[in-house]
């Protein structure tokens, strides 16, 4: 087994993230089909792509690159033949100005005998970098057209036969029509490559705006011709099933779409009547293939170790909160990857099932057939569960039913929408549950926020400014942190912006996390009605550090901003 194997799969038992049963499996299929280790868990759903990339990289010492967030230039894509980048899974992206290096995104950066012919072909000094079949194969576009020519001229020529048909007479057949269509798979494929968690089409007074969220932040993606908006508003609505004689009341739907690369993707959509037409919201829902290590998501050792003591317990309840996108399913799922033994019985209700988990009996709410978050909880508890996952607690019913099981036997994790972990319990007395029972199911509640991490590649530091030392002492003051062992750090780290960022300075996110075990003296608070900032007191005492602690933590550790952590958290 060559070293770099030999590291990745070291670094994947150490992660705790692939069972050594999984490891051993891989290793005898991997030899028999001359593959890696690391490719057969890719293979079977095990590993990611880019979790196999982040850990290829840190084994060989090579940088990654992700084409999707670069503006390429087809001038220098095209100084390699197509077939070549295609059969050796290389793609040039960046020309040295003076003319000396050039550099190059590769499936295997190891394949010295493809770098030896580059550099005699291209007569410069090799740099590879590498990078994930994904990014390759949005590189490998530009061979046929720079990026949003085709997706502009598309828009172009639809905009005239709207303006030619004579407005909305035909809007329904015109939405139908499969260059209407193409024009929204162009803005879906555009999102898909940037990483986009929610695509938005905004009318304004002139233009339809269209915005991805990327990494957390909205950013501007073009305008449209206004005439184009009814048209492709109506797509969508037919797509996820919506009524399109409806325009002055919300409406909400899904549908699933398959990309070029054959990925299957759900798409859920939100439509509201504005002051200018119709705004669409369609988040973008990709199946995430497998649960991702607690350290993967940024909670450290200490609180991992709170977490493993207190999700095998056998009864309780475990939350997770915290805003719409920010991670609250992903750690759930994370959590049942953790419980899922062939000895337990575990039943979701979700919304939606983001993926398919093994030996995990998982019902997709569908409230047209009358299955909500509450009915299915009520048929999950005649199910025999050992295990229960509630997508999420909207509801006193809810409440009710979730309270019960796991004072009766069952261990139930769901998601919760509050600010931080104190506030979970004022939220669930609010919305009609007995602070007795809240006090005695509650095992742990972990708030959390993604915020953006820096780019590794571009990563540089500088001295704590002094107004900033003052803002980060005045935040722990207002939070009633400023007792807490945590000092503002003397040096700050940021990105500059570079090829492998797309500029931006950030590549990815992480969370910044709260985690509230439940004591006896918390639970004496909660039944006694206490506020969420006498509880967060006590919770402090008992040593959690507080989601703006760990976030000055993360930046301590050159991982995100102080900016960024301020963005989430700010009092």
């Known amino acids: 087994m060559p070293l770099a194997e030999k590291k990745l799969t070291a670094l994947l038992l150490a992660s705790r993230l692939v069972k050594e049963e999984d490891i051993r499996s891989a290793a005898d299929e991997a030899e028999r089909l001359g593959e890696t280790v690391p490719q057969v868990l890719v293979g079977r759903g095990l590993l990611t792509d880019d979790y196999f990339a982040q850990l290829f990289s840190g084994a060989v010492k090579v940088p990654i690159v992700d084409l999707k967030r670069l503006t390429l230039s087809r001038e220098i894509i095209t100084r390699i033949p197509e077939e070549f980048a295609k059969s050796h899974g290389v793609v040039v992206f960046e020309d040295d100005p003076a003319g000396h290096i050039v550099k190059v995104a590769m499936l295997d950066p190891l394949d010295y005998e493809t770098i030896e012919f580059l550099r005699v072909k291209l007569d410069r000094w090799v740099e590879p970098y590498l990078t994930t079949p994904e990014s390759l194969q949005h590189g490998v576009r530009l ?48 999102a898909v490559a940037l990483g986009a968690s929610d695509a938005h089409f905004e009318p304004l007074r002139d233009a339809l705006l269209v915005r991805f969220r990327i990494d957390g932040i909205l950013r501007e993606i073009t305008k449209l011709h206004k005439t184009i908006s009814p048209i492709l508003v109506a797509r969508v609505k037919i797509l996820a099933g919506l009524r399109l004689d409806e325009h002055h009341a919300p409406q909400d739907g899904r549908f699933r779409y398959e990309t070029a690369s054959a990925t299957e993707i759900d798409i859920r959509v939100s439509v509201m009547p504005t002051m200018h037409g119709e705004k669409v919201e369609m988040r973008v829902l990709r199946s995430a293939g497998r649960a991702l290590a607690l350290t993967e998501l940024g909670i450290d050792a200490k609180n991992i170790a709170i977490i493993e003591e207190e999700i095998h317990k056998p009864h309780g309840m475990i939350l997770a909160t915290g805003p719409t996108g920010h991670g609250k399913t992903t750690t759930l799922y994370s959590l049942l990857h953790m419980l899922n033994t062939p000895q337990v019985n575990i039943v979701t209700v979700e919304d939606p099932i983001e993926y398919e988990i093994a ?158 075990r439940v004591s006896d003296t918390i639970r004496t608070l909660v039944t006694r009605l206490a506020t969420a900032s006498e509880i967060r007191t006590q919770a402090i005492k008992e040593g959690m550090v507080t989601m703006f602690q760990d976030g000055i933590q993360k930046v301590e550790q050159g991982v995100t901003t102080i900016e960024e952590v301020l963005r989430v958290t700010r009092e």
């Open 143 to 190: 061979y046929d057209e720079e990026i949003g020519r085709e997706f502009s001229e598309l828009i172009a020529e639809n905009v005239k036969k709207v303006l030619g048909s004579g407005g909305e007479t035909d809007i329904t057949k015109l939405a139908e029509a499969v260059p209407v269509a193409r024009i929204l798979e162009g803005i879906l494929e555009h």
């Open 359 to 516: 030996r995990v009996n998982q019902t997709q709410v569908n409230v047209k057939a009358g299955v909500t978050f509450a009915t299915g909880l009520r048929a999950i508890v005649r199910q025999n569960p050992d295990i229960i996952l509630v997508g999420e607690i909207r509801d006193s019913d809810t409440v009710e039913i979730a309270i019960h099981a796991a004072l009766t036997g069952q261990l139930v994790l769901s998601t919760l929408h509050t600010n931080d972990a104190p506030s979970t319990f004022p939220r669930l007395i609010d919305m009609g549950a007995q602070p007795f029972l809240v006090a005695s199911t509650i095992n742990i509640t972990i708030a959390q926020r993604l915020v953006r991490r820096i780019c590794r590649n571009c990563i540089v530091s500088y001295e704590t400014p002094e107004e900033v030392k003052r803002l980060i002492a005045a935040q722990l003051k207002l939070r009633g942190d400023d007792g807490a062992p945590v000092k503002p750090p003397i040096r700050l780290f940021r990105g500059q912006g570079c090829a492998v960022c797309g500029q931006a300075g950030f590549s990815g996110q992480i969370g910044i996390f709260e985690i509230l």
